[in-house]
């Protein structure tokens, strides 16, 4: 996925300022995505340029005027086309800064590492629990052949994957721990 194709995917549900996209993408996509709001606003205006989105300026009284953006057609047509690629290569590439700090955690006292997987476990339960709050909040979802719970299969991914965040954390932690 590119950032791109993700804000395409959310005006795909409305039209939305780059603000209010930066506020859907972290209450929806942030557990799988990391995006910050000057990125968003990047992609925006790139995506304007090529013809994907189109923005309006909403003048208001008691606040800064804003860009309202809309998926055009062509947009529409380039995510589709994203959906449909099945290709998995891009898919694999795995970027993880706590494995990089990790791998080279023997230049630095043991109980650094240690600290970092323990912080990282509170952010990891954390995490987890604001995706399952989420899932509460949307409720029960009706589900069938015509209608399948896409957005449900990726949160539900990303409570597995806290979950094994956590057991590898705490099986990391005790085998540091034995060491001494």
Excluded at 84 to 94: F, Q, R, T
Aim: net charge negative; with cysteine; glycine share 4%.
């Amino acid at each position: 996925m590119s950032l791109k194709h993700g804000l395409l995917g959310l005006l795909t549900l409305r039209k939305s300022s780059g603000y209010d996209l930066s506020k859907l993408f972290q209450e929806s996509l942030s557990y799988f995505w990391v995006a910050n709001q000057s990125q968003i606003y990047r992609e925006l205006d790139k995506m304007e340029e090529i013809g994907w989105v189109a923005s309006s300026k909403v003048e208001q009284d008691a606040r800064p005027n804003k860009r309202v953006y809309a998926i055009t057609k062509e947009g529409n047509a380039e995510l589709i086309r994203y959906l449909k690629d099945d290709s998995a290569e891009e898919l694999g590439v795995v970027r993880n800064p706590l494995l990089m700090k990790l791998f080279f955690s023997s230049l630095v006292d043991r109980e650094h590492a240690i600290k970092l997987l323990e912080n990282y476990r509170k952010l990891c339960e954390e995490q987890m629990e604001e995706v399952k709050a989420q899932v509460a909040e949307i409720g029960r979802v009706e589900e069938s052949a015509a209608k399948p719970a896409y957005w449900l299969y990726s949160t539900n991914y990303s409570i597995a994957y806290y979950e094994f965040q956590i057991r590898w954390i705490d099986e990391t932690v005790a085998r540091l721990r034995s060491l001494s």
